[in-house]
């Protein structure tokens, strides 16, 4: 299944996340920091979404209050909260 997530507070705009059988096939983020969210998404790549949450969740970008990886946490927490 393909997901959308619009995020808040970070550099990047949007996250696209595929999941399939609890595990993230895929992430793309649209803006933020090019090279280091391509090595976030090539990271949780093949992942449990619940690692992912536990890994990511809470870690902040300079003086912001998230960061895309804590976006991307948010995001899949919506994706469990939602099935």
Do not use: W
Not at 8 to 36: K, R
Not at 51 to 74: H, M
């Amino acid at each position: 299944m393909t997901y959308k997530y619009k995020t808040s507070g970070t550099c990047s705009q949007e996250i696209t996340i595929v999941v399939e059988n609890d595990t993230i096939q895929e992430v793309a983020f649209i803006g933020g920091c090019h090279g280091n969210l391509q090595g976030v998404s090539r990271l949780v790549a093949g992942m449990k979404v619940t690692e992912v949450i536990e890994r990511l969740k809470g870690i902040k970008c300079g003086y912001k209050s998230t960061s895309c990886p804590d976006q991307l946490a948010i995001a899949l927490e919506e994706i469990l909260k939602g099935r």
